[in-house]
């Protein structure tokens, strides 16, 4: 069962009153195709119509939670408190069933991310067992641990195959729920070698080289990149402040206006806040370099 963020209900009270919208759910999911895809790639046994419809039980009951508070405080300093009710209310549920709705996709993106990140060390393993005259199965049982998400998914298609799966049905399952394109295309290029009869070491040498390469054009793009990010960060944490503040306190002494004693704190909040912001972009867009 997938963690439902932003929620004030427990989950399975949640599934359980979203098994009654069924009707809503499959509004919604028809206009977020993608849900069932990401559900099944996180490995979460829900229908996507009855997650979309979880979604909305969330926004719906934060909605009105939210709307309840306000108005309380309202009666509670005698302030007419409806309009901002209302408001609070619409954008905390809004915001709710959108976050419900694309955190399948955020999940499915960081175990992308995770299976790329082991997948040339678990494959360049794979491949010194099969020339050493292992077979596929003991091979793809010896990379069941130490490669975290890979290892995982070796796991599960060497489990499958302990319960009567065929390797090529096994390889095809997995390729259909595995987030990474770059795994998916390494088990299609597996699946076919098996089919065809082909040597599995040359087809397997031959990913390794093409993910490699992948792996340095990666590297090499985000080198790029760096540039005109540390430039952005230069202007907005370090120009910007330092002639803005400048440029305030001038303003401000002809004009002969004092400066009110939040505003240097609140300056200095907003640049730690922002250099946070700033450091896990950059380290969400760093790729992998461990092999």
């Not at 409806?82 to 955190?103: E, K, N, P, Q």
């Not at 998400?149 to 595995?178: T, Y």
Request: without cysteine; charged residues 20%.
């Amino acid at each position: 069962m997938i963690s439902i963020p932003f929620t004030i209900l427990p989950p399975p009270l949640v599934m359980r009153l979203a098994k009654r919208m069924k009707g809503i759910g499959n509004f919604i999911s028809a206009l977020f195709p993608s849900l069932k895809t990401e559900l099944l790639q996180i490995d979460v046994e829900v229908p996507a119509r009855e997650y979309a419809s979880a979604a909305a039980v969330v926004g719906t009951t934060n909605f009105i939670a939210m709307s309840l508070i306000m108005y309380l405080i309202g009666l509670a300093t005698a302030t007419d408190l409806t309009f901002l009710s209302i408001a609070s209310g619409l954008v905390v549920g809004v915001s709710s069933f959108i976050t419900v709705l694309t955190y399948p996709k955020i999940l499915s993106i960081r175990r992308t991310r995770a299976l790329e990140d082991q997948l040339i060390p678990a494959l360049r393993q794979l491949l010194i067992e099969l020339r050493s005259g292992v077979p596929l199965f003991q091979a793809m049982s010896s990379v069941g641990d130490g490669y975290g998400e890979v290892s995982v998914e070796f796991r599960r298609m060497v489990r499958e195959m302990n319960g009567g799966v065929s390797q090529n049905d096994a390889l095809a399952d997995a390729a259909r729920r595995i987030s990474s394109f770059r795994f998916r295309r390494v088990l299609w290029q597996v699946n076919n070698a098996l089919k065809v009869g082909s040597d599995l070491g040359n087809a397997l040498d031959s990913m390794l080289n093409e993910l490699t390469q992948e792996r340095i054009d990666d590297i090499r793009r985000y080198g790029q990149e760096l540039n005109p990010w540390v430039m952005l960060y230069m202007i907005a944490a370090v120009v910007i402040p330092s002639l803005g503040i400048t440029m305030l306190i001038i303003i401000l002494s002809f004009l002969n206006i004092p400066i009110p004693k939040i505003v240097f704190p609140a300056i200095l909040i907003v640049l730690l806040m922002f250099q946070v912001f700033f450091m896990s972009f950059v380290k969400s867009r760093r790729p992998a370099v461990e092999e």
